[in-house]
């Protein structure tokens, strides 16, 4: 049961989400500062500016993660800490944060992970266009440069970009995160822009002797409900623009074939340097990696025109997301089989059920969650078990924060955190997180699995809404 020598145990966070403080000591502003005080955007008009006021709590912070074994860190920079105009002079303090964070790291024995870009994007850089202006890409290159002149002798792994799907989709296409746009026609420039950034960003960081340069993206396996030929062909248009957007141009420098599709007149016709450029060689992939997709074809739903359809007899999270563990697996192996014997690390995977907003007597019980990782555990050695190169596992998250536009309204973190105390209290899944770690996954053996019944996981689910619900109701 035990995972290959030198396999990698992490949990992984980002600025925004747990940081607070998002102008201290001479940083700039986001969009994620701008949409979230637009009234409306998010969930009880959740800021982020205190979140998990990590800015000022990080040796705590660090401490802890030392307290629960975890041999590596993945976080994310603010961009608009180190470049409070997203270009032009560095801001030293704002550097001076991370510096110390690596520092502490090093201190407690645990290996830094660096994601350059994880959602927010200096304002200042959105008053020019943000990802729909092409010198993103070289803006983006610069501040890899930037942060890596002052972290790179302590950092060895780097990501460019964390779920470039997102940052078009959510951003720009589907408008529910920042920057809230909603025009269909702006994503493919958008992911095209993406995917210049993250090689010249690379080209950048390995001009400077940085090694392991990879990116991150969030896939999500698609599966056709039926065999109908309209739902296959929606599954496969939802495959393209999810999955295959980003990795297809990277590794075989083409974008997939249904994509004109999905975009219809808003497709452009990009250049061969562009392709020759962004097909750029990648020193391992992030997988982040929630749910699947059950998909049949609905001409309502665009820009893919392709609905996913809930399984009443799974389990779903507080994101209204099913917890189906075989998925995982195999989606690792289709990495592998269509992309190479490129390293993979996983650099997200958890999930949000209902935990109380403060503890009581001492401790949080979230079986559900455990049950969770352990069989996402499992199917991760089921894939290293098919051959494919697993190098490491990054729980998502460290700690309970601001899930973006959902505030704080959902918890995905081993450590639970008050958000009127900011008090942390590691929950039970935390404890068998270090099990895990401690055992090199050999303790997956004797763990527990999710209930499988219909009837108790419905019950489990209404039980955990309904709490939710009546912790709304009294906040």
């Known amino acids: 049961m035990s995972f290959p020598d030198g396999f990698l145990w992490g949990a992984a966070t980002s600025a925004f989400q747990i940081e607070g403080s998002p102008l201290a000591d001479g940083a700039g502003p986001s969009i994620w ?11 009880g008009g959740e800021t982020g500016d205190v979140a998990c006021d990590h800015y000022h709590r990080m040796p705590e912070d660090v401490a802890l993660m030392q307290r629960l074994g975890l041999q590596a860190y993945r976080f994310s920079v603010n961009w608009g800490r180190v470049l409070p105009d997203g270009t032009g002079a560095v801001n030293g303090p704002g550097l001076d944060f991370y510096d110390r964070l690596v ?30 202006n092409r010198d993103v890409a070289d803006w983006l290159a610069d501040y890899a440069r930037a942060v890596h002149a002052r972290l790179g002798d302590r950092v060895s792994r780097w990501i460019t970009l964390n779920e470039p799907w997102v940052v078009m989709d959510g951003g720009y296409v589907r408008g529910g995160l920042a920057p809230g746009h909603r ?3 702006e994503g493919a420039m958008v992911a095209h822009h993406l995917l210049l950034a993250h090689a010249r960003a690379t080209a950048a960081l390995r001009a400077e002797g ?5 990116i991150a993206v969030n896939l999500e396996p698609k599966v056709a409900a039926t065999d109908k030929p309209e739902d296959v062909a929606a599954t496969a248009r939802a495959d393209a623009y ?23 007149a808003s497709w452009p016709t990009f250049a061969d340097a562009d392709l020759d450029e962004i097909r750029t060689e990648t020193d391992f992939f992030g997988i982040n990696y929630y749910t699947r997709a059950v998909c049949v074809d609905d001409p309502d739903d665009a820009p ?5 359809v809930r399984q009443p007899r799974h389990p779903y999270t507080e994101m209204g997301w099913e917890v189906y563990a075989p998925a995982f697996r195999d989606l690792m192996v289709w990495v592998r089989d269509r992309y190479g014997d490129i390293p993979q690390y996983v650099t997200e995977n958890g999930a949000s059920f209902y935990d109380p907003p403060q503890v009581v007597g001492g401790e949080v019980s979230d079986p559900m969650r455990i049950a969770y990782l352990h069989d996402h555990l499992l199917a991760v ?17 460290l700690l309970d924060n601001v899930e973006w536009s959902q505030g704080t309204t959902k918890r995905f973190g081993l450590v ?5 105390t900011l008090a942390r209290t590691p929950k039970q899944s935390a404890a068998f997180y270090r099990e895990v770690i401690d055992s090199n996954g050999a303790c997956l053996a004797d763990a527990p699995r999710i209930p499988t019944t219909e009837a108790v996981v419905a019950s489990a689910h209404q039980t955990a809404s309904s709490l939710q619900e009546a912790a709304s109701s009294n906040a």
Not at 304 to 308: G, K, S
Not at 416 to 420: L, R
């Open 33 to 43: 500062q701008r949409f979230a005080r637009t009234p409306g955007l998010t969930v």
């Open 103 to 132: 520092d502490r790291l090093a201190e407690a024995g645990i290996e830094p992970m660096l994601t350059l870009y994880h959602w927010d994007l200096p304002a200042a850089l959105d008053d020019r266009g943000g990802w729909l």
């Open 183 to 185: 025009v269909h026609a």
């Open 210 to 214: 940085a090694g392991n340069v990879g």
């Open 242 to 264: 999810m999955n295959r957007i980003f990795l297809d141009p990277i590794v075989h420098g083409r974008y997939p074939e249904e994509l004109p599709e999905v975009f219809g």
């Open 304 to 308: 893919e025109r392709a609905r996913r």
């Open 381 to 397: 050695r089921d894939a290293i078990a098919a051959g494919v190169d697993v190098r490491g596992y990054f729980a998502w998250s």
């Open 416 to 420: 639970h955190v008050d958000f009127e």
